[in-house]
Structure formats: structure tokens, C-alpha cells
């Protein structure tokens, strides 16, 4: 060994590691953190009913509501003041039958409320939530024959309804139902359609989760017999996650989601080390009820507890979030520390 290396290995010996050094002020930590959240990473999800002048509270989920579409489109000016890009939206029809005809209506609720959001505020981005539970009698998400539900009968519906959306305006067709094949279909409809340019977000790994729960109660949506095992995926499945997204890609997806988002940041991480589309993840009503029970008993500090919810989102690899969240995230974000959260 040559006489410089000894003297650098003690050197070595007596530097101690201070990873405390660039945590010791806040403009420093402002300097080295390595996440950022900003409103453009955020979707707000709403929910969109028939009538007018109706704001309703869900009961499972605080500060969140069922809105007709004169209140959504008010609620989306808000939105769109916020520097929020983009909302997602959910119909729930009064008539329910075992065809989901309101699903591909054309005057149906989501084809009112992109209409009339689109005229309000051209520049927001609307998104829809392509699936058939909210319109189905059943609540699954697929055409039932005998107690299964059938996949490729269900791609036509899906396929009409994905184009009902797009020529209502929808900027963007969201599809959450997980029949395979389903990305593929759509994208096939769309360009018949005319509609080249309307980009598909997947929820790809979407999986067959107890934290939809408040969501249900929110969409009245819950299946009538049976659970969505069929169709949604194994929570204990991280590689078939992996596939899901491939087929999605492979299939022309332009966004694909990860669903949950907390419980599966792991499938969430591993897809960001592969894949390079943008990746969204679905921070979803039973994570948000959750945090909102807790912080609302006193047992969690709501200011920290929710961006730190987001912030590990983005950790992760996610550069989009789909959170009830949002509207909260964007006010802090701006400087806004006074606006009560709306969740407590
Ligand atoms: C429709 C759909 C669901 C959610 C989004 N789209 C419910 C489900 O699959 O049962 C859940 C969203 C949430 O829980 O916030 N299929």
C-alpha cells in the first residue's frame, strides 16, 4: 500500500458520517429534499348526481359530496382557482338495470356534467371514470349471466360508453373496471370514433380491495351478491401487477394507475423502475377515510398527517394523484394555512 492511501483510509476513519448537517434549517432541507408536491401532480375525484341544486355529504367521507351538475360545475371553479389540473369524474344514475343503458347514454348524468364543466372551464382537464357498477342493478362491474360476469360482452359496453364520453368532451377516458382486453378495446373504439387524440388512463393494477368501501357508499355501487374477486386483482399479487400494467402498455395506455395507492406503494415502486409513461396512483376513499377518523378522534395531527400521505405517493414514483385530498393539498401548497381543512 502506498503511504497516501494509509493516511487517507484514517482519514477516513475519522470522518463521521453527519447526515444532520443539511437537516439543521429549513431553507437547507428546502435545498436537498428530493420529493416534490405540487397541485399539478393532483386529480380531484367527484361524484355527479341527476337533479339540480343538490350538495349532498357522503356520509363515509367528510367534506366530500354527491353534487348535481350545477353545483359540480361551481365546485370545479374552485377546482380550477386552485391550480388543480385536472377532476375525475363519477356518475350515479337514478335508473340502475342489467345493461348499465345510463352508462352510454347520451344525456346521461357524466355526459351532462362534462358538457357543462367543458363550457364553464375549457381549460380543466376532465377525466372520466369508465366503468358499469354505478349503472348496473347488480353493482358489478361487467354483464352477469348466472351468477359470473362475462368479459368480452362487457368490452362492447364499456367500448359505448368510453365514446358516449369522449363526444360529451372528456378530455381524458379513465376505464376501472379490469375486464382483460378492455385498454385495447377502447382505444379501437375511440379511433373509429374520431377520437385519435383523447388519451386512455388505465387503472391497470387495480386490485380487489376492502378500502373502496366509502366509495360504495358514495357511488351506491356495491355488488349485490358476490365480491369483485373475479375481475379485480389479488392483494397479494405484486408480479401479476407488473403484467397488468405490461398488457395495459402493450395495449395503448398512455397513463396507467396503480389502486390503492398506500397499501401498494411497493407495486407502485417496482412499476416506476420499469415503466416510462407517466404513472398515477388512486389514494382511495377507504385511505382517505381512514386518515380523515383518525385526525377528526384527535389521534393524528391532520396538517402533517395528509401531506405526508401525499409526499410518500410521490416517493414512490407516482406523478399524478388521484386524492379527495386535493382541494386541501392545493390550498396548503399555495400559502393558504387559514382555510380550514375540509375534511375535519
Ligand atoms: C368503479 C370504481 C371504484 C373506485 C373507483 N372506480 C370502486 C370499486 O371498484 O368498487 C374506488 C375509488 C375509491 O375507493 O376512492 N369500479
Known amino acids: 500500500m502506498k503511504p497516501g492511501n494509509a493516511l487517507l483510509a484514517q482519514v477516513r476513519e475519522d470522518v463521521q458520517n453527519r ?3 443539511t437537516r439543521e434549517t429549513a431553507a437547507m432541507r428546502r435545498m436537498v429534499r428530493e420529493t416534490r ?3 399539478d401532480n393532483l386529480v380531484y375525484p367527484m361524484f355527479v348526481v341527476e337533479g339540480g341544486g343538490v350538495k349532498q355529504e357522503i356520509s363515509s367521507m367528510p367534506g366530500q359530496h354527491q353534487l348535481s351538475v350545477d353545483r359540480l360545475v361551481e365546485e370545479c371553479r374552485e377546482v ?5 389540473p385536472g377532476v375525475i369524474l363519477f356518475g350515479i344514475p337514478q335508473h340502475k338495470d342489467d345493461a348499465a343503458s345510463e352508462a352510454y347514454a347520451g344525456k346521461g348524468v357524466v355526459q351532462e356534467a362534462v358538457r357543462a364543466v367543458k363550457d364553464a372551464l375549457p381549460e380543466l382537464c376532465v377525466i372520466t371514470d369508465v366503468c358499469l357498477c354505478e349503472y348496473m342493478d347488480h353493482g358489478h362491474c361487467g354483464v352477469v349471466e348466472e351468477g359470473r360476469i362475462l368479459n368480452d360482452p362487457t368490452l362492447d359496453l364499456l ?3 368510453a365514446v358516449s364520453h369522449a363526444q360529451a368532451g372528456a378530455d381524458m377516458i379513465a376505464p376501472s373496471d379490469m375486464m382483460d382486453g378492455r385498454v385495447g378495446a377502447i382505444r379501437r373504439a375511440l379511433d373509429r370514433a374520431g377520437f385519435a387524440q383523447t388519451p386512455v388512463m388505465a387503472y391497470s393494477a387495480k386490485f380487489a380491495s376492502a378500502f373502496y368501501g ?3 357508499v358514495a357511488a351506491e355501487s356495491a355488488p349485490a351478491f358476490g365480491d369483485r374477486s ?3 386483482m389479488d392483494p397479494a399479487n405484486g408480479r401479476e401487477a407488473q403484467r397488468e400494467i405490461d398488457f395495459d402498455i402493450a395495449e395503448g395506455a398512455d397513463i396507467v394507475m396503480v389502486k390503492p395507492a398506500l397499501v401498494y406503494l411497493d407495486v407502485l415502486a417496482r412499476a416506476r423502475d420499469r415503466v416510462n409513461l407517466p404513472m398515477a396512483a388512486y389514494n382511495v376513499s377507504g385511505e382517505f377515510a381512514m386518515l380523515a377518523a383518525a385526525c377528526r378522534n384527535g389521534w ?12 410518500a405517493i410521490r416517493r414512490a414514483g407516482a406523478d399524478l394523484i388521484l386524492t379527495y ?7 396548503r401548497l399555495q400559502g393558504d394555512a387559514k382555510t380550514p381543512l375540509s375534511f375535519m
Open 19 to 21: 447526515t444532520r448537517r
Open 214 to 216: 366509502p366509495f360504495r
Open 300 to 311: 393524528l395531527d391532520p396538517e402533517r398527517a395528509f401531506m405526508e400521505v401525499l409526499t
Open 325 to 331: 385530498f386535493a382541494k386541501d393539498a392545493a390550498r
Open 159 to 161: 367500448e359505448r360508453t
Open 230 to 232: 373475479s375481475y379485480q
Open 80 to 84: 380550477a382557482a386552485l391550480r388543480i
Open 37 to 39: 408536491l405540487s397541485a
